[in-house]
């Protein structure tokens, strides 16, 4: 698979990552653990060498199973990893403080089975703790040596700023895809103009765009998705224009939706690095699938002009989680 560099941070990683939080948390069951690392190598010997989790994921369950996974290749993958939750719990609410910030990196570097976090992130900015600390307590880390690079997720553009102007930020990981644009009004001039590189999360729309899912779709009870408002029956009804558009482009193509979603968002820059999560095999191959995708000045123009048409509805997120985005 192709690289890519994050901006200009140096940091080199494959053209797709591997999003890897829905093997332990947020989609339903937890994926059984072999399974789960079958399907981690199974990426690497694809040619993925970007690997995103979190301590929040499960929680620890999700980097423990990274750890082990890549384990036996550690030292050609990139690892990513967020602090940022009180007890690594979103409902306990956010905590960035110093000693925390440390106190999540030595517990990661125990469950990752390394000694160094090749990008560590801010899971959402902490309103309680000044920016200008956070980015100071990783960059003690960086110099230390227990972390390779700063990274912010759904950060606004002041934040950011304020951030890189105390230690460079890597990379920003926020949610973009087809039928979530807001980065491209304020972030995507911003991380252009800083040099900092861009790591779309839920590229497929949380699983929306790849045309698996409408509006008669059930969800297992501890799938969050239950309570996006982006994903009520009525909601996936109106949404549904946006996976027809996908569809005929991809049909034409001799493609998949997914394929054409995440090739979509690798022509935007050459500095964005979609991160698609899934737990199947057969997916995993489609997704990365994606990246041998090439579509035309005219094929853009044709996506462009057809989603412009189709107006999105519902929030992307419950409205207390809505609260810590992009402040």
Known sequence: MQKRKLGNSGLEVSALGLGCMGLSFGYGPATEKEQGIKLIRAAYESGVT??????????????????????????KVVIATKFGFKDGKPALGLDSRPERIREVTESALKRLRTDVID??????????????DVAGTVQELIAEGKVKHFGMSEAGAQSIRRAHAVQPVAALQSEYSLWWREPEKEILPLLEELGIGFV???????????????ESTTFDSTDFRNVVPRFTAENRKANQ???????????????????IALAWLLAQ?????????????HRLEENLGAAKVELTAADLRDIESAVSGVEVQGARYPAALQQTVER
């Open 241 to 259: 224009g946006v996976v027809d558009v996908l569809s005929g482009i991809a049909t034409r193509k001799s493609v998949t939706n997914a394929q």
């Open 119 to 132: 990008l560590l992130y801010q899971h959402r900015v902490d309103p309680n703790v000044p920016i200008e």
């Open 50 to 75: 970007f690997f995103d989790t979190a301590e929040a994921y499960g929680p620890w369950a999700n980097e423990e199973l990274v750890g082990e996974a890549v384990e036996p290749f550690r030292n």
């Open 269 to 281: 820059k050459p500095w964005i690095v979609p991160i698609p999560g899934t737990t199947k095999l």
């Open 200 to 214: 779309p999360f839920s590229p497929l729309g949380k699983g929306f765009l790849t045309g698996a899912i409408n």
